[in-house]
């Protein structure tokens, strides 16, 4: 019965299991990146469709604002990755809202469309959340590839 248990305890953290990497010069990393659908990287991103992700992250200082920066490497070429309004971080915390607390654990919603003109590539991204001062709160990167629907 224990074992039965646990395999079902277990489940869910294979299903959804951590999918980022630490961003370079030693930026703070969520605890927990989920990115829906995605188990294992590369992340497929499909055209035409949004892609979910649900970062975990504690803050280490009062913050009033925060925005998503998004860059994405493909073929050597970095450029950043236009989120639109969904750049604005504080309007897609779940279950609290900016001003923030230092040491406040805070879940972040991520929406990133995938355009159906986007090449069939591979690509990393990196999303850094900053504050208001341009300081990075939660840095880390995905390693993806831009997929077509399946039929």
């Given at each position: 019965m224990f074992?039965?248990l646990?395999?079902?305890?277990?489940?869910?953290?294979f299903?959804y299991?951590?999918?980022?990497?630490?961003?370079s010069?030693?930026?703070?990393?969520?605890?927990n990146?989920?990115i829906?659908?995605?188990t294992a990287?590369?992340?497929?991103l499909?055209?035409?469709?949004d892609v979910?992700g649900l970062?975990d992250?504690?803050?280490?200082?009062a913050?009033?604002?925060?925005?998503?920066?998004a860059t994405a490497?493909?073929?050597?070429?970095?450029?950043?990755?236009?989120l639109?309004?969904?750049?604005?971080?504080?309007?897609?915390?779940?279950?609290s809202?900016?001003p923030?607390s230092?040491?406040?654990?805070?879940?972040?919603?991520?929406t990133?469309p995938?355009?159906?003109?986007y090449?069939?590539?591979?690509?990393s991204i990196?999303i850094?959340l900053?504050d208001?001062?341009?300081n990075?709160?939660?840095?880390?990167?995905?390693?993806a590839?831009?997929v077509?629907?399946s039929?």
């Amino acid at each position: 019965m224990f074992r039965v248990l646990f395999l079902i305890a277990l489940v869910p953290a294979f299903a959804y299991g951590n999918v980022s990497r630490a961003c370079s010069g030693g930026r703070p990393q969520p605890t927990n990146v989920v990115i829906e659908g995605c188990t294992a990287p590369p992340c497929n991103l499909v055209r035409g469709q949004d892609v979910i992700g649900l970062i975990d992250f504690t803050t280490d200082r009062a913050v009033t604002s925060m925005t998503t920066i998004a860059t994405a490497t493909a073929l050597g070429v970095v450029t950043n990755y236009p989120l639109g309004s969904n750049a604005i971080t504080c309007n897609f915390l779940q279950g609290s809202s900016c001003p923030l607390s230092a040491n406040e654990d805070v879940t972040y919603r991520l929406t990133m469309p995938i355009l159906s003109i986007y090449p069939l590539v591979s690509l990393s991204i990196e999303i850094d959340l900053v504050d208001q001062d341009n300081n990075s709160v939660s840095c880390f990167v995905v390693d993806a590839q831009v997929v077509t629907a399946s039929k």
